[in-house]
Structure formats: C-alpha cells, structure tokens
C-alpha cells in the first residue's frame, strides 16, 4: 500500500492511496446530501445558486481526484476543456437566447 | 506485408514489403492508403454532386422551365448541397490530413491506424447510403440545412428526410473520430525537435479543425437525433403542436454550421500557407500571426451563428450581439490574406499550377470574405437572406476558398504520393477553366440575387430581369464541368506517365519532403532530429536529415499490420443506423449486435500478430 | 542488426510528449462528449416548463428514488478507483472484487431508470406525450445508454482478470475504462441536478 494519505501523494500513474479515495467519496456522499438538503429547505433566492455551486463541487473532485487530472499532464486537462468550456457557453448561451434575452422587453 | 526482414541483401525499391491486391487495400490501415481513398472517393461524389448542379443549371437557363419538375429540383438541390459539403469538401481535406500530416510532423503512421480505417469505412458507406436514396426514388428534399418543421413526418411523410437524418448522423461519427485521432497524432507523434511552433502551416489547421470537428459534430448529431426520434417515434422536440420550436433546429444546425464553415476552409488555409513560401522561396511571412489567426477563428467561430437567423426574429440585443461577432472574425481572416500577400512580396515566385490555385484562392475568398461582411450586417442581410446573393457568397468562399486550396495541394502533394510531376500544360487548362468558369458562373449570382431571385425556388418568372445572369451561369457551369474533367485527365494520365520527381521536387522546406517519393509504408526508417521551421532550407540541417530519411534501414521499422475489422464495424455501423428506417425499435440491435462482434474482434485483435507467425 | 531493431521497437513507442496516445485519444473523446451531453441538456433547459399538457415534471418525479440512484452511481466511481488500484498493484483479488462492486452498482443504477421509466410511463408520461417527455427520456436514455456500455466493457475487463489476463502491464485499459465510467458519472451530476433538483 503507498503509505501517502494526502493527495499531493502521487506516483508516475499520479494516484493517491486507498484511504485518499474512500475521504473523497465520503466528501461526494456528503455533498450529495447537502444537495438534496437543500432542495428539501426551499431556500428561496440563493437555492439554485447553492445548488450549482454544490454539484460543481462534486463535478470538480471527482475529475480532479477520481480521474487523476489534478496529477496528470496538462495536455489532458486542456483536451478536456476545450470540450467543456464550449458545452458550457453554449448551454448559457441558448439559456440566454431563450430565457433572458425575449424578457428584457425590447420589441421584436 | 510489413515484417520485419532479416535480410540486409533484399532489393530496396520505395514499395519494398509491401502487399498488393484488392484484400490489401480493404484491410489497410496505412495513412497513406487511407488518404489516397479518401482523395478518390471524394472526387467521385465531386463528380455526383458536380451532375446534380449542372442538372439545376439547365433547369434554371430559362424562366419557366419544365426540364425537370418541381419534386425532383427540390431532392436535386439538397443532395447538391449536402455531397459537396459532407461528402466532397470535408473528406478531401480529411484525405490531404492523412497523406500528409504524418509525413510533415515526421510520424510513421497516425496515432490510431485502424480507427483511423473506420472512418474511412463509415464516410463510404454513409455516402453511399446516402445516395441510395436515389434509387428508391426518395433522395432527401429538404435542403442541406433540413430546418424544421418541414423535415416532421407531417410534411415531409416519405423516405427522403429518413435517408438524410440517418445519412447524416452515420457522417458524424466518422468525422469525430478522424478529429480524435489528428489531435492525438499531431500532439504525440511529432519527431524529436518538431515543436508546436516549428510545425507546417497545414498541420496547425489540421490540428485547429480537428478540435472544431470534436465540438461541432456532437451538436448536429445530437440534432439530428431529437429529428429523428421526432419521425421515428413521435417525439415532440419540434412539433409546434406541443410546445416545440422549430427555431431550436436552426440554432443547434448553425452552432454546428458556422464552425463547420471553418472545418471546411481552414485546411485549405492550411494549404496554401505551405504552398505560397514554396513557391516564392520564402519563409511565410508572420507565421506565428497566421498561426494565432486560425486559432482565433476557430474560436470565435463559436460566437456567430445567429447571423443565418437574422430573419428568424431573434429581437434586436441578439441581433446586434451576432453582428458584431460576425464583423470581429472577418478582422482574423483578413490579417491572413495579408500574410500570404506579404509573403509573396519580394519573392521569386513560381507560377506553377499548385502556385495558381493558391493565388486563385486568395484572390476569389476575399470576394466571398466580403459578401460575407455585407451580410454580416442585420438590415443588409434582410434584403439578401435566402437570395441569390447568398449562393454567389458562399460558393466564393466554398469554390474559390476550398476547392481551389484542395487543387493547389492535389498539384503540390501529387509528386509526393505517385512519385510522378503532373501536367503543368494540363494543370494550366484546368486552372484557367476553373478560374473563368467559376466567376462566370458565381458573379452574376450577385445580381440576380440582387434583382431578387430566391434560392432553392424551382423556376422564376422572366419578368424578374434575371434571365440573362442565368444564363451566364448555366454556361460558367458547362465550363466548370469540363474543367473537373480536365483535372481527372490529368491525374489519370500523370499517374501513368508523368515525368519522375524526386523526394523535393519543388525544393520546398518542410519534412514531407525529406523522404522519398513515394514514401516507404514506414515512412521514415528512424525518426529525424528537426531543428528549424523550414528543415529543408538550411543545407546542414537538411543534410542531416536526409542522411535518415533516405537511408535503407537494416531492417525496416515495426509496422501495425492490417486489419479487416474496421470495414465489419463500419458496415455494422451503417447497417444499424439505416434500419432505424424500419421504424421498429428492436430491428435495429440487429445491427447493433453485429456492429458489437466486431469491436470486440477488434478490440482483442493485435496489431502485431502479422510478426509473431514470422518468428 | 540488433541494435537497429531495438531502435525501431523504441521508436514504436515513442511519443513527443512522453505520454500514452489512448488515454490522450480518450481525453480529447471526452471533451467532444461534453458537447453531446450539452446540447442534449440545452435543450432540456431551453424545453423546462414549456410543456402544453401534463405531467409536468413537479408532479413525477421521485426525488428520494432518484437519490439513491444518484448515490449509487456515485459510489460506484469510487468502486472504480479502487478496481484501478487492485489492478496496478497486481491484486487480482482485489480487481475482481472492486470491478464486480462498479458492475453491480451500475446495473443497479440501470434498474432504478428502468423502474423509473416505467413508473413515468404508467402516470401518463411518454416520450410523445409532451415536451418533457421527450426531453426528459431522450437525455436520460442516452446517458443510461452509456452506463450500459460501461457496465459491458467492465464486465469484459472483470471477465480477463478473472482468467488472469489482466496483470498490472494492462492497467492502462482498466485506467481508461474508469476515466469513461467517471465521466458518466460526472454527466448524472449535472443530471441531477438541473433536471431533477432545480424545477
Ligand atoms: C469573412 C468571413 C465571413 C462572413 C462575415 C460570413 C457571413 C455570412 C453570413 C452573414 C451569412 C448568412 C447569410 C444569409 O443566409 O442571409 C453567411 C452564409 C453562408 N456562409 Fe459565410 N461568412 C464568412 C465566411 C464564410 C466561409 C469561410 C464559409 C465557408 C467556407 C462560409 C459559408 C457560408 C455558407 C455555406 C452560407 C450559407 C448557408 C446557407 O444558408 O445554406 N462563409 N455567411
Ligand atoms: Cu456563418
């Protein structure tokens, strides 16, 4: 067993110890039940923003730690980017196109 | 086949080891092979797709034709449409990717031959289901941009929109992959010394379209799913009735669209940015600029869509917000035509016909660059939108931009690829055919666009005034007809008997050319050291080169060997999708279940085994 | 002689930047994914509470189901690292139990949407019915198409080194085969929370 337990504890393949995993999925069951939580609370105005900034969290760790990229060459990361920036914009995008913008009123 | 021989005496010749015959060519998984068949294929559908516009210029010549009827102008001009954007422009840059990126990067092979075959497999067999249409008598109908609502069952209740939302989707998957496997080529199979900012100007536009290739085609095929799940099975991603929208087509099709328009004209940017230094003996002037320049445009060529939709009342904040977008990408576009100019400037330049094409190119995308900026513009676009005045734009950009790229490279590469020149006195005939027959038929589009002629509208009324554009039209048509046949006479005939070239016959600098030509299946015996960006410029650093790439290795470097499973997933590819058609649900896994015996075959083939029977 | 043939063999694995071409190839998959999944949920939200007729999704979902399911499939990402590690240190123990722990959790996965989709189904709501019908089961479905996937290439993977024919040399196809499980993972996430947590 590699005996780090922190994750900066990487080898060639830059992957941590057992323990180091079972913490992050502890971390992403937590999370999850704060999601839920959340939704449960009708938290008002700051929900959605809670609940998006809750799932980027979860989305963020388990590609950094579950799939190595916080280890890995930067090449990956940017592969993986390049792909993910552009789904975001174009999700905000048609979100604006068709949410936003037909609201703020300005005659058609 | 590529085994490793033992025996230093056996006679070197530039096909040494390799295997011959129809079997050699369906199970091959060598770029250079794939290259060529991606170069033939795309010329035959060129040649389909060339027959089916002649048809509509005949059709057009007069007002009031009936020399073919509505119906069959409306499958005529969407076939058109969709063979030379799907099945013409794109595989023809994807065949000069494959020739010649490794060979520019100094790689022996792509970074995953047999997928590398898959695609090829699945671009013939999509095109070919495509067209098959045809023979049912149901080719699609609904235009190369198959907007919604009229693509629903409702009002489009045949065939003819099955074989397109199916055809299509069967295209994306090999586009995809060929855009996974040039990213994973160029960033990892670059020789020793091969820096990003030393690489071709061809391989960064490889590269640049490749990422628009793995961004873009997910969006058109996710697209085209919701379509066809609308007329499989009743879906109500765009039935008004329910709620749908039909303007979610037009911006998913122009998210994929407008960045697709990049995937069409970047390579042969990429083509003609190695073609002018050759040809002027000068390094190209400002690389890093034409370098940034294509990356910007592959960027920004997200964030200008909705200026195909400025009809479709999206409210004046989008409007304005795409103008703008539109108006900033000419500025990248325009700093590369500056580029090229400023490289020929001063030089000693060589007007051959690969050199023509180039200058062509320049000179007739800046015509079409304009156009664009006009309608760029929202009110101007009002009046142009769907007009005449578009088609002339876009064929100036398309014809002029990419198809005269891909001929300066057919000329520039072909030496490379057959070991043989081509005519230069055919090369000059096919040029200027080309050159009179493509304005002849295009400029006048700006007029009876203009007069207020509408695209894809069966015949008009001689009333209109636009009887005589047409018909300078019709007769550029005839010439660019005969100019493409010009050009298969060149290719058939120089490919049999054209005079013998060597490994730099233009006495170009970059690392394609250190090599013989042809090239041995390996390519390179051992990997070069490249120092510079233009290797083959600097006598030392060429000489150390080619004291490598033109060595007889001892024994040859270790080949993949061929594979037959690419061709058998392919086909189970193909075949799943087109039995969608039937409209049953599990019909279908039949496909599916055949497709799934070949990846496994494929996945527990090795690659290598070709060797092991030999030891 | 030799040496030459030692060179070539080099050569074949040689990339310029030290890194191995499948898990590069697979990255640069995974970021064209990204826009699968995002047109697919674009148009789940540009779609949301447009739907004519009902069930409107307020009305159906089950979000203590779905919860769980959620978990499920969460837990499973960290059975997958796991797997990875049995396989890197050469444990075959340890491989056949972490990648039958991922293959049973994504199966069960797999019958929560199953029981889900037929639950749907019988309150009313088909993929005709309205926009949410559509919407909802063609964006679902795909990603419940890529579990099925993944739950086949583990299985196959489970299946070699059950046989033995998956030593730690051939930790790189296990690696791989995680980054795609994870990735699905990932996906349900966003899933999750824009289709069923934010209404
Ligand atoms: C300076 C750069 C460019 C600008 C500003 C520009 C602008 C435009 C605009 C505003 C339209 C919409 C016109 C309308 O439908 O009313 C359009 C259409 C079109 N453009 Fe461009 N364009 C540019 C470059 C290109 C390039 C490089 C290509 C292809 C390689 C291209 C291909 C097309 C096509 C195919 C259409 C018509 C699509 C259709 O409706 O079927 N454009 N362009
Ligand atoms: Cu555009």
Redesign the interface.
């Known amino acids: 067993m590699s005996s780090h337990a922190d994750a900066h504890g990487h080898g060639e393949?830059g992957?941590a110890s057992?323990g180091f995993?079972?913490a992050?999925?502890g971390i992403?069951?937590v999370l999850?039940a704060l999601?839920?939580a959340?939704?449960?609370m009708e938290l008002g105005a700051v929900?959605?923003p809670l609940?998006?900034g809750?799932?980027l969290a979860?989305?963020v760790i388990?590609?950094m730690f579950?799939?190595h990229l916080k280890f890995d060459?930067k090449?990956?990361t940017g592969?993986?980017?390049?792909?993910?920036v552009?789904?975001?914009f174009?999700?905000s995008a048609?979100?604006l196109l068709?949410?936003v913008v037909p609201g703020l009123g300005v005659g058609a | 086949m590529s085994v490793?021989t033992?025996t230093?005496a056996a006679p070197h010749t530039a096909h040494h080891g390799e295997p011959t015959g129809l079997w050699s060519w369906i199970t091959t998984v060598d770029h250079k092979r794939i290259g060529v068949m991606y170069f033939l294929t795309s010329v035959f559908f060129l040649l389909v797709g060339g027959l089916e516009a002649l048809l509509i210029r005949i059709q057009l010549f007069k007002p009031e034709n009936d020399f073919i009827s509505a119906e069959l102008y409306n499958q005529l001009f969407t076939m058109h449409g969709t063979t030379m954007i799907f099945l013409v422009a794109m595989p023809m840059a994807v065949a000069f990717f494959n020739y010649v990126v490794p060979l520019q990067i100094g790689a022996?092979d792509v970074?995953?031959p047999r997928l590398n075959a898959l695609s090829y497999w699945i671009y013939l067999f999509g095109g070919l289901y495509l067209n098959a249409s045809w023979f049912v008598g149901a080719a699609p109908n609904t235009s190369w941009v198959g907007y919604a609502n009229l693509t629903s069952t409702q009002f489009s209740p045949g065939l003819n929109v099955d074989f397109w939302v199916l055809g299509l989707s069967i295209l994306g998957v090999s586009s995809?992959m060929g855009?996974?496997?040039f990213?994973?080529t160029i960033?990892?199979?670059?020789?020793?010394g091969?820096k990003l900012m030393r690489m071709p100007l061809f391989t960064w536009m490889t590269f640049v379209t490749s990422f628009l290739l793995?961004?873009?085609?997910?969006?058109i095929?996710?697209?085209l799913?919701?379509l066809a799940?609308?007329r499989f099975?009743?879906?109500?991603?765009f039935n008004v009735a329910?709620?749908?929208?039909p303007v979610?087509w037009q911006h998913?099709f122009w998210i994929f669209g407008h960045p697709e328009v990049y995937i069409l004209v970047l390579p042969a940017f990429g083509v003609i940015s190695d073609v002018i230094p050759a040809f002027s003996r000068k390094p190209l002037f400002g690389y890093p600029v034409v370098v940034y320049a294509g990356v910007l445009i592959g960027f920004i060529g997200w964030g200008v869509w909705s200026h195909h939709m400025f009809t479709s009342g999206l409210g004046p904040i989008a409007d304005s917000f795409f103008v703008a977008t539109t108006m900033i990408i000419a500025i990248p576009t325009g700093v590369k035509i500056f580029n090229w100019m400023a490289t020929m400037w001063g030089g000693a330049i060589r007007f051959t016909t690969a050199m023509n094409f180039a200058i062509g190119l320049v000179a007739l995308f800046t015509v079409g660059g304009l156009s664009g900026v006009m309608h760029a513009s929202a009110p101007v676009d009002l009046q142009q939108h769907d007009s005449y005045f578009v088609v002339a734009h876009f064929h100036y950009v398309i014809v002029g931009g990419i198809l005269l790229g891909m001929f300066s490279g057919l000329y520039y590469w072909f030496p490379k690829v057959t070991g043989r020149y081509m005519s230069e006195k055919l090369g000059a005939w096919h040029f200027w055919s080309t050159l009179i027959g493509f304005n002849l038929t295009f400029f006048p589009m700006h007029f009876s666009g203009m007069f207020g002629m509408p695209r894809r509208t069966w015949t008009y009324q001689s009333e209109l005034g636009v009887e005589f554009y047409n018909q300078l039209s019709t007769i550029g048509g005839f010439m660019l007809g005969v100019s493409t046949l010009i050009m298969l006479y060149n290719v058939i005939k120089s490919a049999r008997s054209g005079a013998p070239a060597g490994s730099n016959p233009w006495g170009a600098p970059t690392l394609e050319w250190s090599i013989p030509s042809p090239p041995h299946h390996y390519n390179f015996p051992?990997?070069p050291e490249v120092r510079s960006r233009e290797p083959m410029w600097h006598d030392a650093e060429r000489e150390a080169i080619e004291a490598v790439t033109l060595a007889e290795?001892?024994?040859?470097?270790?080949m993949p060997g061929p594979s037959f499973w690419p061709i058998v997933v392919a086909s189970g590819v193909t075949a799943t999708w087109a039995l969608v058609m039937t409209g049953v649900w599990w019909v279908p896994l039949i496909g599916l279940a055949y497709t799934t015996f070949g990846v496994?075959m494929w996945?527990f083939e090795d690659p290598f085994k070709h060797l092991k029977s030999s030891h | 002689?030799a040496e030459?043939?030692a060179?070539?063999?080099d050569?074949?694995h040689?990339?310029?930047?030290g890194?191995n071409?499948w898990?590069?190839?697979f990255?640069?998959?995974?970021?064209?994914?990204?826009?699968?999944?995002?047109?697919?949920?674009?148009?789940y939200?540009?779609?949301k509470g447009?739907?004519?007729?009902g069930p409107f999704s307020g009305e159906i979902f089950d979000?203590p189901l779905t919860?769980v399911s959620?978990?499920v499939l969460?837990?499973s990402?960290?059975a997958?690292?796991?797997a990875?590690?049995g396989v890197?240190r050469g444990s075959r123990k340890l491989s056949m139990i972490w990648l039958g722990v991922v293959i049973l959790l994504g199966a069960t996965f797999l019958g929560f949407q199953v029981y889900e989709f037929s639950h749907f189904y019988h309150e009313g709501l088909g993929?005709?019915?309205?926009?949410l019908?559509?919407?909802f089961y063609?964006l679902t479905g795909?990603h419940g198409t890529h579990v099925f996937f993944g739950v086949v290439w583990l299985t196959?993977l489970w299946v070699m080194s059950a046989r033995g024919k998956l030593p730690p040399s051939k930790?790189l196809n296990v690696?791989i085969a995680?980054?795609y499980w994870?990735?699905v993972?990932?996906v349900w996430?966003?899933i999750?929370?824009l289709v069923y947590?934010?209404q």
């Open positions: 393949g992957h057992v995993y079972w992050i999925g992403l069951a999850t999601e839920v959340a939704y449960y929900e959605v609940l998006l809750l799932s979860k989305f388990v590609v579950f799939m060459s090449l990956f592969v993986f980017l390049a792909g993910m552009l789904a975001i174009m999700v048609l979100m068709y949410h | 490793a033992d230093a022996r970074a995953f995809i855009g996974v496997n990213i994973t960033i990892n199979l670059r020789a020793p091969m793995i961004t873009a085609l997910p969006v095929a996710v697209a799913i919701m799940f609308d099975f009743s879906a109500n991603f329910a709620g749908g929208d979610l998913l051992s990997l290795p001892e024994s040859e470097p270790v496994f996945a | 002689m030459a043939a060179v070539a063999h050569d074949h040689y990339t310029s930047t890194l071409s898990k590069l190839g990255w640069t998959l995974i970021g064209s994914e990204c826009l699968f999944f995002g047109t697919l949920i674009s148009t939200m540009v779609y447009q739907s004519i007729v979000i919860t959620t978990f969460l837990m990402s960290l997958m690292v796991l990875l590690d890197q993929l005709d019915t309205n926009l019908g559509s919407s063609v795909f196959t930790a690696e995680g980054l994870h990735f993972d990932i996430i966003v999750f929370v947590l934010i």
